[in-house]
């Protein structure tokens, strides 16, 4: 195919002019075929621990074709994991290739290995398909200016480039799928959701789909089980990152083949630092969302779609702290880089024609909230993780995505019955929906107040006490100095 022509414009001249040749289905790759020029072609931009854990499944998937990939960095292995040698297990299971660079004990990650696994595991296993092989870029922008033919694109980047490159990829008609959040400040969430809103392209958040029980719960709530809700609190064993205090002083050199300027995105410029990047990004304000972006999404967002919650009318944070020696004195740390190493937040919401004001908690680091007393007579043992409702005539008690829930009310305790189950076709259906430009139940703006509450209470977290938020106006009206916590510091070059 020449390489100032389109897959589609080359299909089409090739049939126009009776060269292409139509084999049955069964001889070009049986049950499930989907012939490349009908597949949804994808660029996977963000080729780190987290993207390559998720490459399998979408490369096993028929309908899709992984045409590029995309990552700052090109070739390393000084990722960061969650267990000892799993992204390297996963990458040689995928490339058929037990042995795939034996010795070499660190997480590797970068475009390059991205690329290898892209054109490997197609060859393995999609021969007859004839793809082309995949291209590798450092620029997302220059990827979305090059791959003209791009359907979609699926972005598994720290948390602070989230929006630059949905908006970008929106803004030239393609469709995007992406990880939690939309964003880590609240202006770029809402930017996010007004482009996808703009400009009609499908559209899903991955967090969908995870913690469907809690939203199983939230109805049997309206349904007045346990009287009025008055309280939720969710509560998380994050952070599972280290979670420092201070921005770091020493100035080690950039790694080769790694491209800082372009990781930064629009984040101002500093040295780099291994601190910052490679999964434990989620720790800082500039780059990451902190543990309620990292996991009070997946929790909490049924349960705001249940109770057709809005944006918090207000919240308050309370962080832990370190102290430092320093002359001879000890003082608490100054801390206004990095999310604290454990939290409380406390969001608020108005009163509704169906539902009292409601409070809603958000803890992590270990802090877990105190029990009604009807569920402590129960002795009852706390989850590391889990979440509670606590409405006037009861509580209700479950795991963290929902699990075993439990009803307690009037000195009792009996499992809560649920409706429904968690359905992983239907978690695939929704975001397979969104890379064909169809209309998903995780869309960008379907995820919309949750968004507002997760990037709210940061803003809390940083101004050090409580913010009273129109969200009509995008203000916090209480505190005007807390409002340059809702925006971003661009480098320039790269505003939205």
């Known amino acids: 195919m020449p390489s100032n022509m389109s897959r589609r414009t080359f299909v089409g001249s090739a049939a126009a002019a009776g060269v292409m040749t139509v084999l049955p289905r069964h001889v070009l790759g049986g049950a499930g075929y989907v012939a490349p020029s009908g597949k949804v072609t994808v660029a996977h931009i963000g080729m780190g621990t987290q993207g390559l854990r998720e490459l399998g499944a979408l490369l096993a998937e028929p309908e899709v074709q992984v045409v590029a990939v995309c990552d700052p960095n090109t070739d390393t292995s000084d990722y960061v994991e969650w267990s000892k040698g799993s992204v390297r297990r996963t990458i040689r299971e995928l490339l058929g290739d037990a042995s795939w660079r034996a010795g070499d004990d660190g997480c590797p990650g970068g475009r390059e290995v991205g690329r290898e696994v892209v054109d490997t595991w197609y060859a393995n296993h999609r021969k007859n398909d004839g793809f082309r092989a995949c291209a590798a870029?450092?620029?997302?922008?220059?990827?979305?200016?090059?791959e003209k033919d791009v359907d979609a694109v699926k972005i598994m980047t720290p948390d602070h480039l989230h929006a630059t490159i949905a908006i970008a990829a929106m803004t030239k008609g393609k469709h995007v799928v992406m990880h939690k959040p939309l964003a880590n400040r609240l202006a770029e969430g809402r930017r996010v959701i007004d482009t996808a809103r703009q400009t009609k392209v499908g559209t899903h958040l991955l967090a969908y789909g995870s913690g469907t029980a809690n939203g199983q719960i939230a109805r049997r709530v309206k349904e007045g089980v346990i009287g009025p809700l008055r309280e939720i609190h969710n509560w998380s064993n994050r952070p599972v990152w280290p979670q420092y205090t201070q921005v770091p002083t020493d100035t080690p050199p950039v790694p080769k083949g790694f491209d800082w300027t372009l990781w930064l995105g629009?984040?101002?410029?500093?040295?780099?630092?291994?601190?910052?990047?490679?999964?434990?990004?989620?720790?800082?304000?500039?780059?990451?969302?902190?543990s309620m972006a990292d996991m009070g999404i997946y929790s909490l967002w049924p349960v705001f779609t249940a109770l057709a919650l809005d944006a918090p009318v207000s919240a308050e944070a309370w962080g832990s702290h370190t102290c430092a020696i320093v002359d001879g004195v000890s003082r608490p740390v100054q801390n206004d880089a990095a999310y604290p190493a454990a939290c409380a937040i406390r969001f608020r919401f108005g009163a509704r024609s169906d539902m009292p004001a409601l409070d809603l908690f958000w803890y992590d680091g270990g802090m877990k909230p105190r029990l009604p007393a009807e569920v402590e007579a129960q002795n009852v043992a706390m989850s590391r993780e889990g979440i509670l409702f606590v409405g006037d005539e009861g509580t209700i008690m479950a795991g963290f995505h929902g699990q075993n829930p439990r009803l307690f009310t009037k000195g009792k305790s009996e499992p809560l019955s649920l409706e429904g189950t968690d359905d992983g076709d239907a978690k695939r259906n929704a975001w397979l929906a969104a890379y064909k430009g169809e209309a998903s139940p995780g869309s960008f703006p379907n995820a919309a107040s949750i968004t507002d509450a997760v990037n709210l209470g940061t803003v809390a977290l940083q101004a050090g006490k409580r913010v009273d938020f129109d969200s009509t106006t995008m203000r916090i009206t209480n505190a005007a100095s807390a409002n340059a916590y809702l925006r971003r510091a661009y480098r320039p070059g790269w505003e939205l």
């Open 266 to 290: 629009p984040a101002v410029d500093r040295p780099y630092h291994p601190h910052y990047t490679h999964t434990v990004f989620r720790g800082w304000y500039d780059f990451g969302g902190g």
């Open 137 to 146: 870029y450092a620029d997302f922008r220059e990827l979305l200016t090059r």
